[in-house]
């Protein structure tokens, strides 16, 4: 038994990432500010991937989120107020780090390239403000381009006489 004068600190190896992307090293290495209450904050994936989703929905040229099942599956969800802000979006988390895939509707005439790297700024900007992660990766997969007269498909279809 150790006398009460040996004090004894936690240390951690880390943990091996098999080929991941995000750190994965044991929050215990990680040193306690002086007066912190020593602790373990876990941050769920499925907050990162919310605060992603919203971050890129305010992006100036994103029309949506997901790919085309993914978007009707929306459009549902919306109908009965349970719109899911995680649509379209996958991350990966580890303790200190954290990765965002997402796959966006452009609307048109909207320059492609400047609305990705605009997702990308914004989603890596919030996961780091918000939930205090360093961001190693921001993929955008740009699926579709919305086309202003896409959601007047109701009045193409009244009849042109009286």
Same mark, same amino acid.
């Given at each position: ?10 240390? =951690? =190896? ?6 991941? @992307?995000?750190?994965?090293? &044991?929050?215990?290495? @990680? ?52 719109? &899911? ?6 991350? #990966?988390?580890?303790?200190?780090? =954290? ?20 997702? @990308? ?19 955008? #997969? ?7 007269? &896409? ?6 279809? #009244?009849?042109?006489?009286?």
């Amino acid at each position: 038994m150790a006398s009460n004068t040996e004090k004894t600190t936690p240390t =951690a =190896a880390p943990v091996a990432t098999g080929g991941a @992307r995000v750190d994965r090293t &044991d929050a215990l290495a @990680r040193p306690v500010a002086p007066g912190a209450t020593a602790g373990r904050t876990v941050i769920a994936d499925g907050v990162v991937a919310k605060v992603a989703g919203i971050a890129a929905r305010e992006v100036l040229g994103v029309y949506a989120l997901g790919g085309g099942g993914q978007r009707a599956l929306g459009f549902f969800r919306d109908a009965i107020n349970a719109t &899911d802000l995680t649509q379209g979006v996958k991350v #990966e988390v580890g303790e200190t780090q =954290a990765a965002a895939d997402l796959t966006i509707v452009v609307e048109y005439p909207a320059p492609i390239q400047e609305v990705a790297d605009n997702v @990308r700024a914004a989603v890596a900007g919030a996961i780091t403000r918000l939930v205090g992660l360093e961001v190693v990766e921001v993929n955008v #997969e740009v699926n579709d381009v919305h086309l202003p007269g &896409d959601d007047n498909d109701d009045d193409a279809d #009244e009849s042109r006489v009286a």
